[in-house]
């Protein structure tokens, strides 16, 4: 198994690893790296869904994505003919997978099926790296901030951002309180935590007050210091660290041919990989 760096601020790439049958030493370098370098790229020779599913079951519990009824867990991602304007932008916001519930993602992963020859990137901010940048007078003053999340444009959304689509039935009030500054679950890194998104409020604190707060943090956080990119190559596993990154879809026209055709196979995941025991999550801490 191979580890390079990747172009850009931040992540790695692991080549020459065979996923189907990748080991649990292995599977615990590819974490530790990920946990290291919050998003990686991982070149396969191709999967077919079950392999691709039974390799995330061994990082977290899948989430239910879709109502196919041999993988629900598998949520299709694409800009063919059946796609909606609507469908094709709903993901090109900054924000962070599941933070608008209470039981929030751990890793997510997209598989590339299909993928153009230009565009349909995915962009990612490193807010653990944004979180030690910033002066110790204001990590004093947020450390022990809430915040409060709801599906739809953020209170702190960047210009140009997209309207995110709800899960079907989903009740737009429903309200869920994180910290402003989490410690990540495996490794116990400070970082910053979805501050745009959902983000719609600041408990204790006047919705002014915590509009501007949570804008001036997404502005520190989108500088180019502290975000990258990535562009889909077919066979890819791209995965990233939910607890220390935001992320953001690119814009993408709607498919005419082949050439320009994106299908991603999308997993996310919750909880913690059951191959890290304890004596690994020391380990982890550690490094």
Not at 92 to 102: G, L, N
Not at 217 to 235: E, G, K, N
Not at 241 to 249: E, R, W
Request: one cysteine or more.
């Amino acid at each position: 198994m191979q580890i390079d760096p990747l172009n850009g601020n931040f992540g790695k790439v692991v080549r020459d690893v065979d996923i189907p049958t990748i080991d649990d030493e292995k599977l615990r370098k590819i974490l530790t790296t990920l946990y290291a370098n919050r998003f990686l790229v991982i070149k396969t020779n191709g999967l077919v869904k079950s392999e691709y599913r039974d390799f995330a079951r061994r990082i977290g519990e899948p989430i239910q994505l879709s109502r196919d009824a041999d993988f629900p867990e598998i949520a299709h991602i694409a800009n063919s003919e059946t796609s909606t304007l609507k469908s094709r932008l709903g993901a090109a916001h900054w924000h962070t997978d599941q933070s608008f519930k209470r039981t929030v993602s751990s890793v997510t992963m997209l598989y590339s099926v299909h993928a153009p020859a230009t565009g349909g990137e995915t962009k990612f901010c490193d807010m653990a790296a944004a979180y030690d940048a910033l002066p110790d007078a204001t990590k004093s003053e947020i450390d022990e901030l809430v915040i409060e999340h709801r599906h739809g444009i953020s209170v702190s959304a960047p210009k140009g951002d997209h309207k995110p689509i709800p899960p079907p039935g989903w009740n737009p009030e429903y309200t869920a309180f994180h910290p402003l500054v989490r410690q990540h679950p495996e490794t116990r890194q400070k970082t910053l935590y979805a501050v745009t998104g959902t983000a719609q409020g600041i408990q204790g604190m006047s919705k002014g007050e915590a509009t501007i707060l949570l804008n001036s943090l997404t502005s520190h956080v989108l500088q180019p210091r502290f975000t990258t990119s990535y562009r889909h190559q077919v066979h890819d596993i791209v995965m990233w660290d939910n607890p220390t990154v935001m992320h953001s879809a690119t814009p993408i026209d709607q498919a005419t041919n082949s050439s320009d055709s994106r299908l991603l196979w999308r997993i996310s995941l919750r909880g913690s990989p059951s191959v890290l025991r304890v004596e690994q999550q020391a380990d982890v801490r550690a490094a």
